[in-house]
């Protein structure tokens, strides 16, 4: 892992330039550039965002590529005039579908929850009926889901459990990638 920290005190923007460094804002100068074959994974702040999705589908959005051939593909199969070119289409579909893993994609996004403490038991709930820390829990599991290379956490750790904490850290610690993380040295 290749680590990076900005810390600063509250307002000092750090949030603002690591959404600059996601692509969520557009630098006032300069420029943001990321290999095309490199995926950035950002824990999203908004525990409140993918309420109306089940948890196992919140995870599963954590790679967006995947998740909209995924969509595609189930938007093509139903489809009661299956033409040709759907055809055509959904073999495309599956080619890519295949070269990500998304055939274990669910089953890896199952285990991965499991890891990190979200019972099997909610892995069908919707986000809406979890608690705050359990949220938060899922949307670590979210950001880390399919392997990013370049991983973006603004304080990781509030309302996390220390096992939490110390399986985040552990996992980051043995894990390939480049991590950037945010802290407010005054809490």
């Given at each position: 892992m290749?680590?990076?920290?900005?810390?600063?005190?509250n307002?000092s923007g750090?949030s603002?330039?690591?959404?600059?460094?996601?692509g969520?804002l557009?630098?006032?100068?300069g420029s943001?550039?990321l290999?095309s074959t490199k995926?950035i994974?950002?824990?999203?702040?908004?525990?409140?965002?993918?309420d109306s999705?089940?948890v196992?589908?919140t995870v599963?959005?954590?790679?967006?590529k995947?998740f909209?051939?995924?969509?595609?593909?189930?938007?093509?199969?139903?489809?009661?005039n299956?033409?040709?070119?759907?055809?055509e289409?959904?073999?495309?579909?599956?080619?890519?579908y295949?070269?990500m893993?998304?055939w274990?994609?669910?089953?890896?996004?199952?285990?991965?929850?499991s890891?990190?403490g979200?019972?099997?038991?909610?892995?069908n709930?919707?986000?809406k009926?979890l608690?705050g820390?359990?949220?938060?829990?899922?949307?670590?599991?979210?950001?880390?889901?399919?392997?990013?290379?370049?991983?973006?956490?603004?304080?990781?750790?509030?309302d996390?459990?220390y096992?939490?904490?110390?399986?985040?850290?552990d996992?980051?610690?043995n894990?390939?990638?480049?991590l950037?993380?945010?802290s407010?040295?005054?809490r």
């Amino acid at each position: 892992m290749t680590g990076y920290g900005i810390i600063g005190a509250n307002g000092s923007g750090k949030s603002t330039f690591l959404k600059v460094l996601a692509g969520e804002l557009k630098p006032n100068s300069g420029s943001i550039e990321l290999e095309s074959t490199k995926r950035i994974s950002v824990l999203e702040q908004n525990h409140n965002l993918f309420d109306s999705y089940s948890v196992l589908e919140t995870v599963l959005r954590g790679n967006e590529k995947l998740f909209s051939i995924k969509n595609e593909m189930d938007k093509i199969y139903s489809n009661e005039n299956f033409s040709d070119s759907d055809t055509e289409r959904i073999g495309e579909l599956q080619i890519l579908y295949e070269e990500m893993n998304g055939w274990n994609s669910e089953s890896d996004a199952a285990i991965l929850l499991s890891n990190i403490g979200i019972a099997e038991s909610l892995h069908n709930k919707e986000m809406k009926t979890l608690e705050g820390f359990e949220k938060v829990k899922v949307l670590i599991a979210q950001c880390l889901f399919d392997n990013p290379d370049v991983l973006i956490m603004d304080e990781p750790t509030n309302d996390l459990d220390y096992e939490t904490i110390i399986w985040l850290v552990d996992f980051l610690t043995n894990y390939e990638l480049s991590l950037i993380n945010i802290s407010d040295p005054t809490r």
